[in-house]
């Protein structure tokens, strides 16, 4: 599916590789294909008619200089049946000027200097109101990752919620989270959201389901991550298949860079169908034996589901890591008969705090728990951290992200 097309008015010869820039921080596919460089007052029928016909999806205008001209420009060309979205660029102290953008008609104005976030959230709105949304399609599908635990209480929402926050906060790239868990799922919930519809109604609508009805069914948290919630009240889900649900994966995967799966604990028809579709499984655990046993008793069966993929496939995860603890990740590693890939530290304090909010428990970025998902995000989407990866993960963890043969 082709991306949208942009056009750029300003008197600012640099302005359009500024705006350029902020494009591709924001990750979205959108390519600026006509710039006209001239103050509004030396617009022509030239530049009016190369707009005509160039008939961008998306046109921004600076209103650094002359803002009051430039907004009589943009009043002009939708009064003369512009289709595409205006987006305005400009001071954001004079709330009246704003205001008079508004009331010309211009679908989205942005503060200068541009911040990439909210270039990101005023496109991702233009192209929601004009059903285009999911146009942003990355070129190759995009990666599930599922996260499963076998015992409830694990953490599984706690780490699919902070790790999808982590995976697009790092990417800009379109991320979205998916409650599998038909029953009771809560992702929602602990990234405090309302949602309106659920994964159950896009999979009774599938058969009509086009880019503009999945906008509908998901909802966009602050922090830019996207959410395919669970039912409130619990879904029969046995009425959900396998193969409908691998049909819904691979659509999402079109639309999508990243894919988050919280998966329930049991294995319903929507898991088995996730698992065939995981490009990787986390196996989440905690150290304590009810819980191992519990993945133990499971392990069997969840690697049949990966045959083709190898070992690469299916990793460990142990969350409430404590280096102290009772049971080490040597033994974890003897009982699965799979390495421990990572460790996400206990942090109480993080996380309640994160519950009480209603926001990630990332968004406390110095806490323990918000730098191990960090530095689990940074290596899945194959992201540079900002700051080097020093601390326990560092002194743990290989190059490769492997633990090494240190032992706790
Ligand atoms: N690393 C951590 N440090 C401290 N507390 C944690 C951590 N991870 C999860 N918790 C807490 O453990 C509890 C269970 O977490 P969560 O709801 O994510 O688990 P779950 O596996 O999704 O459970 P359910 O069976 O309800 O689906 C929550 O109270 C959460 O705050
Ligand atoms: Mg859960």
């Not at 300003?10 to 924001?26: K, V, Y």
């Not at 430039?70 to 205001?99: M, R, V």
């Not at 909010?357 to 540079?384: C, E, I, M, N, Y």
Request: with cysteine.
């Amino acid at each position: 599916m082709p991306g949208l097309s942009a056009a750029v008015i300003s008197a600012d010869p640099d302005f359009t590789e500024t705006l350029r820039a902020s494009l591709g921080e924001a990750g979205h596919d959108l390519s600026i294909e006509m710039s006209i460089t001239q103050p509004y007052t030396e617009i022509d029928d030239s530049h009016l008619e190369r707009l005509r016909e160039g008939r961008p999806d998306v046109t921004f205008l600076d209103l650094e200089e002359e803002p009051h001209v430039g907004l009589k420009f943009a009043q002009f060309i939708i009064d003369s049946g512009f289709s595409g979205a205006l987006i305005a660029l400009g001071s954001t102290e004079s709330p009246e000027l704003i205001l008079s953008a508004m009331q010309a008609g211009v679908t989205e104005f942005v503060g200068k200097p541009i911040a990439p976030e909210s270039l990101d959230a005023a496109i991702d709105r233009v192209l929601r109101k004009s059903g285009r949304q999911a146009t942003r399609v990355a070129t190759q599908p995009g990666r599930l990752f599922m996260i499963f635990s076998a015992k409830g209480g694990t953490g599984s929402t706690t780490t699919a919620v902070n790790l999808a926050t982590e995976m697009h906060r790092l990417t800009r790239k379109r991320t979205l989270l998916v409650d599998l868990d038909l029953e009771l799922g809560e992702s929602a919930l602990v990234m405090g959201v309302q949602p309106r519809f659920s994964l159950v109604d896009l999979v009774r609508n599938f058969h009509r389901v086009d880019s503009r009805l999945l906008a509908s069914y998901i909802e966009r948290h602050e922090t830019g991550v996207e959410i395919l919630s669970a039912p409130y009240q619990p879904a029969d889900y046995e009425a959900v298949s396998a193969d409908r649900i691998k049909q819904v994966l691979q659509f999402l995967k079109q639309h999508y860079d990243y894919i988050v799966v919280d998966s329930p604990k049991t294995f319903t028809p929507a898991a088995m169908g996730a698992f065939e579709e995981a490009d990787e499984l986390y196996l989440l655990t905690t150290a304590d034996i009810p819980s191992l046993r519990n993945l133990t008793r499971c392990i069997q069966l969840v690697r049949s589901f990966g045959r083709r993929r190898g070992d690469e496939w299916m990793r460990v995860i142990v969350n409430r890591f404590e280096s102290n603890s009772v049971v080490t990740t040597g033994e974890i590693e003897k009982t699965l008969g799979v390495d421990v890939y990572w460790t996400l530290r206990n942090d109480y304090r993080a996380v309640m705090a994160s519950i009480n909010s209603g926001r990630p428990a990332v968004s406390d970025p110095k806490s323990a728990f918000a730098k191990d998902v960090r530095a689990l995000a940074s290596k899945l989407t194959d992201t540079q951290l900002e700051s080097d990866r020093g601390g326990l993960l560092g002194g743990l963890f290989g190059r490769n992200g492997r633990r090494e043969t240190v032992e706790q």
